[in-house]
């Protein structure tokens, strides 16, 4: 790795604040150290931690920039890398990232603009790059956030559909969030609580292996198109320190895990990343027990906000239709930008994401010579699959 620091003069869109001088380094921490500092944010997930990319593309690949002011880091982004062999080009893709919302600090626009400004250069002026921004980033009426993107060179990729979700405030009180469910669903959960269910829930290797042994028997039963393999996440599971584990919960009947689910809770926000269910829940209400539970251990945790998981009510019927009986908030995150000034690299990358639709499910040569920009869509893999 290499190290690279430089100072910024910094602007604030606020008329009372001062002007600050930002510090960068680039690839200049260790695995260590980025994991103790994405703990710091609210905006953090289980995506932008060193393992998540390490397992899935591999460590070579990985980036990391850090901004610091006065001596505290205030916003990082973890970068996956991949250049075309031989030719100088490539792709500089950062998924649910940058992280500037700081822990007990009022979130400040200009720290955005700031770490994407250097991203920017960083990858796309100095590198010849295309960067390719999915930001863990909510739409606002005033769209500050996407204008941000605007206003710092990014293109916004309107084919890349927006991660969409209903999102939960669980500082409410328990009887509060089960009356915000819908009646059949409010209805279920009471009842699971009076039958008092066999559950579970933890970060042991144990349950992440009931969770696999669900998930197995799922897909044999509904034999859908697999997009990740949960066995990343296993090992993914497994390297994460302690505080930075995915949560899993599992519900059994008669000693069997039934149905079981796994979130991920670094940030503010708890994220239901993968849900299954066995042929063996379908006559019971093991899955909404499982949500349930889930969203009770992130809530005592001292987690804010429950995101569901991705939901598409046109592919998907059946989990847009689970998913808003727990009620909540629809929302739809920003979407993917793009930002690039070299024309190999915009072709090798848009080429590259046409190719793999069609190859997609062959592992033949393309996926192995053509660089892994944004996925299909911008929404996290799993959490989306009908429990039925």
């Not at 089960?178 to 959960?189: K, P, S």
Request: charged share 25%; hydrophobic share 40%.
């Amino acid at each position: 790795m290499t190290d690279t620091t430089l100072t910024i003069p910094g602007e604030r869109t606020s008329e009372e604040a001062l002007a600050a001088n930002y510090k960068v380094s680039v690839d200049g921490v260790a695995r260590s150290e980025w994991l103790d500092l994405i703990g710091d944010f609210d905006d953090a997930t289980v995506f932008q931690t060193w393992d998540y990319e390490a397992v899935r593309w591999g460590e070579e690949r990985l980036s990391h920039v850090v901004l610091e002011e006065g001596g505290m880091a205030v916003a990082a982004a973890q970068v996956r890398v991949v250049r075309m062999p031989v030719l100088n080009c490539g792709v500089a893709y950062v998924y649910a990232g940058p992280l500037w919302r700081r822990r007990g600090v009022p979130a400040d626009l200009e720290i955005f603009r700031q770490i994407v400004g250097v991203l920017r250069r960083e990858y796309v002026e100095n590198r010849g790059l295309a960067l390719r921004l999915v930001p863990n980033e909510v739409q606002t009426e005033d769209g500050r956030v996407g204008e941000t993107l605007v206003a710092c060179g990014f293109s916004r990729l309107a084919r890349v559909k927006p991660y969409r979700s209903f999102l939960i405030d669980l500082a409410q009180p328990e009887d509060r969030l089960i009356g915000g469910f819908r009646a059949r669903c409010r209805t279920r959960v009471r009842s699971t609580i009076k039958k008092d269910l066999e559950m579970e829930a933890g970060t042991s290797d144990k349950l992440f292996a009931e969770f696999v042994q669900v998930y197995r028997l799922m897909r044999q039963r509904k034999q859908f198109e697999e997009r990740i393999d949960v066995r990343d996440f296993q090992e993914i599971q497994s390297r994460l320190p302690d505080p930075l584990k995915m949560q899993v919960t599992v519900c059994r009947l008669e000693g069997v895990p039934a149905a079981a689910a796994v979130c991920g809770a670094i940030g503010n926000t708890g994220n239901l990343l993968l849900l299954a269910t066995s042929r063996a829940a379908l006559k019971t209400s093991a899955s909404v027990a499982t949500v349930w539970r889930a969203m009770v251990e992130l809530k005592n945790s001292g987690v804010r906000y429950f995101d569901l998981g991705g939901i598409d009510p046109v592919d998907n019927p059946g989990g847009y239709k689970f998913k808003s009986s727990f009620g909540g908030h629809e929302i739809f995150h920003v979407g993917a930008y793009e930002a690039c000034n070299n024309l190999m690299s915009r072709w090798a990358t848009h080429g590259g994401e046409r190719l793999r639709e069609v190859v997609r499910k062959s592992a033949g040569l393309a996926g192995r010579i053509i660089p892994e920009p944004a996925e299909p869509s911008d929404e996290p893999p799993g959490g989306d699959e009908e429990p039925k």
